[in-house]
């Protein structure tokens, strides 16, 4: 072997074991995060949140089973027509300033038919690391916006907006449903925890834009707009 076939082997193993070391610390980063997840937050079945929500709260939080998957689901009664909830929750654009633990929000191919492929980044409370994921995304208009991960971090990320009028047409009834598969390092009991942490806020900045969207326009107003 000659000199510059070593020079690229060398640096060809270099390249590997630098991409083994970055995996070995975001899954030794995210075993951390989700083991200081499991200790912080105090044991609350999705039974008992979904029957306090039912008491009065604006917002409900627990768990359904869909198919073989178990999802956390979140719902809300926002004071704005669907079509106002609809453009906040496709506004990639303007997405990380809009949900509180996403960083930034590409969308990286427009398939036509309301099919997009859309490149997250996310932070989640308390994590030690970012994560980022590649969702295929499929839009009905006013109604729901679907997706499912086609490549990046976790092993499986499926989920919706549902968007109902309520109200006659003047409220939306809102959720939000997601599962997560974390693979080996991040059992479920794990990042559904994790979610009950981050989704009410989500949920809550969904809930303030379109509200303060929705309001009726003043002269010299600074209330802010869906774009």
């Given at each position: 072997m000659d000199a510059e076939s070593l020079y690229t082997s060398a640096k060809m193993f270099k390249q590997a074991a630098l991409d083994y070391a970055s995996s070995l610390a975001k899954l030794s980063l995210a075993s951390a995060l989700a083991l200081g997840v499991f200790l912080a937050v105090p044991v609350v079945s999705a039974k008992q949140e979904l029957a306090s929500a039912s008491k009065g709260q604006q917002m409900t939080l627990g768990e359904q089973q869909i198919g073989k998957k178990s999802y956390v689901v979140s719902t809300m009664v926002v004071n704005a027509r669907p079509e106002v909830c609809y453009k906040i929750c496709t506004d990639y654009k303007n997405a990380a300033t809009t949900f509180p633990?996403?960083?930034?929000?590409?969308?990286?191919?427009?398939?036509?038919?309301?099919?997009?492929?859309?490149?997250?980044?996310?932070?989640?409370?308390?994590?030690?690391?970012?994560?980022?994921?590649?969702?295929?995304?499929?839009?009905?208009?006013?109604?729901?916006?679907?997706?499912?991960?086609?490549?990046?971090?976790?092993?499986?990320?499926?989920?919706?907006?549902?968007?109902?009028?309520?109200?006659?047409?003047?409220?939306?009834?809102?959720?939000?449903?997601?599962?997560?598969?974390?693979?080996?390092?991040?059992?479920?009991?794990?990042?559904?925890?994790?979610?009950?942490?981050?989704?009410?806020?989500?949920?809550?900045?969904?809930?303030?834009?379109?509200?303060?969207?929705?309001?009726?326009?003043v002269a010299g107003s600074t209330d802010a707009s869906v774009e």
């Open positions: 633990t996403l960083k930034t929000c590409q969308v990286v191919q427009d398939k036509g038919g309301g099919s997009k492929v859309i490149k997250y980044v996310t932070h989640p409370t308390g994590a030690f690391t970012d994560y980022s994921y590649m969702l295929e995304v499929k839009e009905t208009p006013f109604q729901m916006v679907e997706w499912n991960r086609i490549g990046g971090d976790f092993k499986a990320i499926d989920g919706y907006w549902k968007l109902e009028p309520a109200q006659g047409g003047s409220k939306t009834l809102v959720t939000y449903a997601t599962f997560v598969d974390g693979g080996l390092f991040m059992p479920q009991v794990l990042i559904k925890r994790q979610f009950r942490i981050d989704l009410p806020p989500c949920m809550t900045a969904l809930k303030t834009k379109a509200e303060s969207s929705n309001r009726p326009r």
